[in-house]
C-alpha cells in the first residue's frame, strides 16, 4: 500500500530528494509563483495555454471597447451623426415662428420617432438613411414626429454633402401638418429658382 501510494503522489506532484515536493500545476491552480525553469514541459504548455487565454479575453475586451466608442462618436457625438441632425433641426422647429404657430409653444413641443409595437418603450427609433449619387454626392434623409399643444406633424430632412465638403448642408427642410401648406424651413431648390429667375442686373437692365 507504501508503494501505492508514493507512487500516487509521483503522478499528482513534482520534486525529487534534493528538493521540496509540489503539486503539478493545471491551468486553473496556476498562479505564477512557480518560475518558467522549474516547470515541467507539460506545465510549461499549461502555462502558455493561460496565459494565452488570459490574452485573448483582454484583446476582445479592447477591441470591443473600441467598438463601442466608435459606435457613440458616429451615432451620437459626431457632428455628422443622426442623433446631431435630428437636435439641430428640432431646435430649428421651435425657433420657427410659422411652426410654432401651427404646433403651439416652443417649450412644449416633443420630437420623437417611429412609434413602435412596445407602448411602454421610452425611446422611439428615428428613421434616418444615407445614400451616395454617381456624382459622389452623399445623401443624409430623416424624417421624425413632432406634438406641440396645437397640432402635431412631421417633419422631414434631406441633407447634402458634395465632394470636397467637410459637412451636410440643408437641400430641404420642412414640416408637414394635416390640413395646412407644407412649411418649408430650408428648400434650396426656391432658392436656387430664385437666384436664376432673378437673373444679373448691369447697367439697370436685367440679363438672363
Known sequence: MAKVGRRGATQNSIGGAD????????????????????LSVREKMVRTTQRTFHLGIILTGII???????????EVF??????????????????????TELLGS?????????PTWNKWARARPIASSTQKDRGGT???????????????????VHMVKRPGQNEFEYKYLSLDVKGYP???LENADAVHKGSKNAGTRMF???WR
Open 78 to 99: 459626431s457632428s455628422d451623426s443622426k442623433t446631431s441632425h435630428f437636435n439641430r433641426a428640432v431646435n430649428r422647429v421651435k425657433k420657427d415662428a410659422g411652426c
Open 204 to 206: 439697370g437692365v436685367k
Open 138 to 156: 452623399d445623401h443624409f434623409l430623416m424624417h421624425f414626429n413632432v406634438e406641440g399643444p396645437s397640432n402635431k406633424g412631421v417633419v422631414n
Open 19 to 38: 528538493g521540496p515536493t509540489r503539486k503539478q500545476i493545471t491551468v486553473a491552480s496556476d498562479d505564477g509563483r512557480v518560475k518558467w525553469g522549474q
Open 64 to 74: 470591443m471597447t473600441g467598438g463601442v466608442m466608435m459606435f457613440l462618436y458616429s
Open 182 to 184: 407644407r412649411i418649408y
Open 106 to 114: 416652443s417649450s412644449k413641443i416633443k420630437a420623437y420617432g417611429e
